[in-house]
């Protein structure tokens, strides 16, 4: 079984509709991240959470919020989607300690009409 | 403002020769440098990492360069192979303060086809 799970792997929605992500690790990490990837842009990062009780805003989180349930389960909402959300979104976990080697869920595609 | 440039989009290699791909980067407080490698339909997987106080690093088929003074990072791979056909990330982590805040800064990637 992956160690890192994102759910669903494909989605297309319409414009205005609320839609929620999730990822679920069984690597037992307690800090986990949410990135989305455009052609061309690499990886950003959208909101990282060290704990369950740690939140943090990333680069891009603007138009998106987040919910840790757990220290296993960490959630990526977009209240309103817009056309420009359309992306592959990325969850991943890690250690800490250098180089602060990340772990990557097998993403989301996500299409927004 | 990009911190992690990779500024060849794609790059096309003949099996068994060697694929370099670089890395630029601007912020001189990045202590450790990672490579990831990402196939389609998957996330990208962690490949190798290098230390700012190391120069080169080999894993395998597999070599990082650094060179601080011009904040360049390399990734070999000898003897290219059709399997490592992928898009390649370059990582940064920046150390301010001695602490580690974890976030990882990436480079746009680089698409490699290795042709039989």
């Known amino acids: 079984d992956a160690d890192v799970t994102q759910t669903p792997r494909n989605r297309i929605t319409k414009t205005g509709k609320r839609i929620m992500l999730e990822c679920s690790q069984t690597?037992?990490?307690?800090?986990m991240y949410w990135y989305r990837q455009d052609p061309g842009l690499g990886l950003q990062l959208i909101y990282y959470?060290?704990?369950?009780?740690?939140?943090n805003k990333g680069e891009i989180s603007d138009g998106y919020s987040v919910s840790r349930q757990a220290q296993a389960k960490f959630s990526l909402s977009l209240e309103s989607a817009i056309p420009n959300q359309t992306a592959l979104y990325f969850c991943?976990?890690?250690?800490?300690?250098?180089?602060?080697?990340?772990?990557f869920g097998p993403g989301t595609r996500l299409t927004v009409l | 403002d990009q911190q992690v440039k990779q500024n060849s989009p794609s790059l096309s290699v003949q099996e068994g020769r060697i694929s370099i791909l670089n890395c630029d980067y601007t912020?001189?407080?990045?202590?450790?440098f990672l490579w990831y490698k990402k196939y389609p339909a998957e996330g990208p997987t962690f490949l190798i990492s290098?230390?700012?106080?190391?120069d080169k690093n080999e894993d395998g088929r597999f070599t990082v360069f650094l060179n601080k003074s011009a904040k360049h990072l390399s990734l070999h791979i000898v003897p290219s192979q059709p399997g490592d056909s992928a898009v390649y990330f370059c990582?940064?982590?920046?150390?301010?303060?001695?602490?580690?805040?974890?976030?990882?800064?990436f480079g746009q990637g680089t698409i490699l086809t290795v042709h039989p």
């Open positions: 959470s060290f704990d369950v009780k740690d939140i």
């Open positions: 290098i230390s700012s106080i190391k």
């Open positions: 990582a940064a982590r920046a150390n301010a303060g001695g602490t580690s805040y974890g976030k990882l800064t």
């Open positions: 991943a976990t890690s250690v800490p300690g250098p180089p602060d080697t990340q772990y």
């Open positions: 912020n001189s407080m990045f202590d450790y």
């Open positions: 690597k037992g990490h307690d800090r």
